[in-house]
């Protein structure tokens, strides 16, 4: 059973750093792709960035790319996002999502099946 927490949402000012964090637990993290997807209020759910499951190649969406990284432990079964200069337009529910190998690496918003329950970012000053 495909588990995802989503953590390290919260309140920030323009130009702060925050680091999410997804726990994952019930498959075979090290064989699944991530990522990370984005909805603001009153807004499309919009792909972020994704990650391979070896971690060895990262996507970031044009509007987040230079400021955003990506990165996935499978030693600890966690992916992370960290975002520097945050703007209010960064300000989203933040979700992780995974599809395994054979499903193949997607950079689309609906790419992977199996989400978390997503974590608030607020930028504002």
């Known amino acids: 059973d495909v588990q995802l927490q989503a953590s390290g949402g919260g309140l920030v000012q323009p130009g702060d750093s925050l680091t999410l964090s997804c726990a994952a637990s019930?498959?075979?993290?090290?064989?699944?792709?991530m990522s990370w997807v984005r909805q603001a209020p009153g807004k499309e759910i919009e792909w972020v960035s994704s990650i391979t499951s070896d971690g060895g190649s990262t996507d970031y969406s044009d509007s987040v790319r230079g400021r955003f990284i990506i990165s996935k432990d499978n030693n600890e079964n966690t992916v992370s996002l960290q975002m520097d200069e945050l703007t209010p337009e960064d300000s989203a529910v933040y979700f992780c999502?995974?599809?395994?190998?054979?499903?193949?690496?997607?950079?689309?918003?609906?790419?992977?099946?199996?989400w978390g329950q997503g974590t608030l970012v607020t930028v504002s000053s």
């Open positions: 999502a995974a599809g395994p190998i054979a499903l193949g690496y997607s950079t689309s918003p609906f790419g992977y099946d199996d």
């Open positions: 019930g498959f075979a993290f090290a064989s699944w792709h």
